[in-house]
């Protein structure tokens, strides 16, 4: 199994631009979610996903959407890119509820708005 | 909701010395406290988990002690090694998220074990 995996693993943009980090994963998990971690200040949930089709809004979910066509696909969308965005982001995912089955992070996607 | 406190926010140890990392969470709901350890540009990694119903729990070096009553919980590393250095993430279940809950994370900790 490759896990969870995000691309691009790097990406520069300008304000105002958007895009999407994908993340895939292919051990058939239920729950997905994103996390993006600024400097000092840990990981913050920012949406989250208990099945194909089903999102909800976590800690930090203002200027970005999620959807969930597929269990293995968990897109994140940017649509105005902002300064206050640049984060580190990583997808993660857990087959079964949380203290049941261990989370799994990808690698991560390092995101800078200029 | 719940949040979650981690301290110290940076620890340097010498190798073969003791490491501790205490963190203190507000929901007394809150259930289960797992720890991600988390090497320089690499992801999280789970390294140990705690139940409520447990109060501490040990794997090889390291451990983690739980005081539901205090609502503190502790990650203890023992005989430190150069390739503990990490960031260190605590973090509590919370119970929004419907009937799964969510993880709210600490801040972590940075430690440096110096040879």
């Known amino acids: 199994n490759a896990g969870v995996t995000q691309t691009p693993k790097f990406r520069i943009l300008k304000i105002g631009q958007s895009m999407t980090l994908q993340c895939t994963q292919d051990m058939n998990h239920n729950y997905m979610y994103w996390y993006r971690q600024d400097p000092g200040m840990g990981l913050k949930l920012i949406y989250y996903?208990?099945?194909?089709?089903?999102?909800d809004k976590g800690e930090v979910p203002n200027g970005y959407n999620v959807s969930r066509s597929t269990t293995e696909d968990f897109p994140l969308r940017l649509e105005l890119a902002a300064p206050s965005q640049t984060s580190v982001y990583f997808c993660?995912?857990?087959?079964?509820?949380?203290?049941?089955?261990?989370?799994?992070f990808g690698n991560g996607t390092r995101l800078t708005v200029t | 909701g719940e949040n979650v406190e981690q301290h110290p926010s940076t620890l340097s140890v010498q190798e073969g010395d003791s490491a501790v990392i205490k963190c203190t969470y507000s929901d007394s709901a809150s259930n289960y406290f797992p720890w991600y350890k988390q090497e320089l540009g690499k992801r999280p990694q789970l390294i140990i988990d705690?139940?409520?119903?447990?109060g501490e729990k040990k794997d090889q070096r390291i451990a983690v002690t739980l005081n539901k009553t205090a609502k503190h919980f502790s990650l203890h590393i023992t005989e430190t090694q150069p390739e503990d250095s990490a960031v260190y993430f605590c973090?509590?279940?919370?119970?929004?998220?419907?009937?799964?809950?969510?993880?709210?994370f600490g801040k972590g900790t940075k430690l440096s074990v110096k040879p």
């Open positions: 973090a509590a279940k919370t119970e929004s998220g419907g009937s799964q809950g969510n993880l709210i």
């Open positions: 993660a995912s857990r087959k079964g509820r949380v203290g049941n089955s261990p989370l799994h």
């Open positions: 705690i139940r409520s119903n447990v």
């Open positions: 996903s208990v099945g194909a089709g089903i999102t």
